[in-house]
């Protein structure tokens, strides 16, 4: 810690255990951000851990910003429609949702009221939910799962591309991300003669339009007819039909700095907030 109380350090497995506990007595109301991703084929040209690596970046940021500790508890997530792709390793729902109530209970024994849960897989999300609904009630902790901004001109943009050209996986967005964070782990070389391979009916690629005025509607048919693991529908394992050599990692530098800004007045904000008396609690010992 420094003299003023500011972490020096902000990942939980380089603090000392004086230093944590130091956090805990001078920060007012201590958050612990923890990041979940996955390890999943990623495509031809991305890093296999690419969803761990970038959450790891992001929330690294953003709990250096606000005096919060952070925490990656695995590296894997549940990837199982990424499975007919060599290098996927996925684990079974439950194990992950283990996994992160046993990182919440094991800190909330320790006097953690606060938790924000970062997911950078959509194959988490439904996982990341219930964990946050369960260990509320059961460790008495507040679990917050932030997103945003949604309104901001370029995430609308983002967003038009995602809906319209299913920019999904390992595509020109995410492609952005990794160039980013991580350049030196990716291989844009293997695009060289890089195609098309997302291959869907063809009245369900005409669902693929935003500006239809039964967007809503048709939308949601589009996620219930695509088929569940990712070789059903694609070859080269990348969700979108465009370019991702079209990548701009400025608009991605762009767009995770407004993330990190809405993360960061959220976590300022909340810890201004009175813990509500359902939380007030004494911890309770851990048992796993």
């Not at 970062?118 to 946050?132: P, Q, R, Y």
């Not at 935003?210 to 809503?216: G, I, K, Q």
């Not at 407004?258 to 609690?281: G, H, M, Q, T």
Request: glycine content about 6%; charged content about 25%; aromatic content about 10%.
């Amino acid at each position: 810690m420094r003299k003023e109380g500011r972490l020096e350090r902000v990942w939980i497995q380089e603090l000392t255990r004086p230093a944590f506990e130091e956090w805990l007595e001078n920060e007012p109301a201590p958050v612990v951000i923890i990041g979940v991703g996955s390890i999943e084929q990623h495509g031809l040209h991305l890093p296999l851990g690419t969803d761990s690596l970038g959450v790891c970046r992001f929330i690294e940021e953003v709990a250096r910003r606000t005096n919060s500790v952070c925490v990656l508890p695995c590296w894997p997530g549940y990837s199982p429609h990424h499975m007919g792709f060599k290098g996927t390793i996925t684990f079974r729902a439950e194990t992950l949702l283990n996994v992160l109530l046993d990182t919440i209970g094991s800190l909330a024994a320790h006097g953690v009221k606060r938790f924000v849960l970062i997911n950078f897989h959509g194959g988490n999300t439904h996982i990341v939910n219930l964990a946050a609904q369960l260990a509320r009630r059961r460790f008495k902790v507040m679990v917050a799962i932030p997103r945003g901004p949604s309104q901001t001109e370029l995430a609308k943009r983002i967003r038009y591309r995602m809906q319209r050209y299913f920019e999904v996986h390992s595509g020109p967005r995410e492609t952005a991300l990794a160039l980013h964070y991580f350049p030196e782990l990716v291989e844009m070389w293997r695009l060289k003669d890089w195609r098309n391979t997302f291959k869907v009916h063809p009245k369900l690629m005409e669902f693929m339009d935003p500006e239809r005025e039964d967007y809503e509607l048709v939308s949601q048919i589009f996620m219930a007819c695509l088929e569940p693991d990712t070789d059903d529908f694609t070859s080269s394992g990348q969700y979108a039909i465009t370019d991702p050599r079209e990548a701009d990692p400025e608009e991605a530098a762009r767009h995770i700095e407004e993330r990190i800004r809405f993360l960061v007045d959220f976590i300022n904000l909340w810890k201004s907030i009175p813990l509500p008396p359902a939380y007030r609690c004494k911890p309770q010992p851990f048992s796993a």
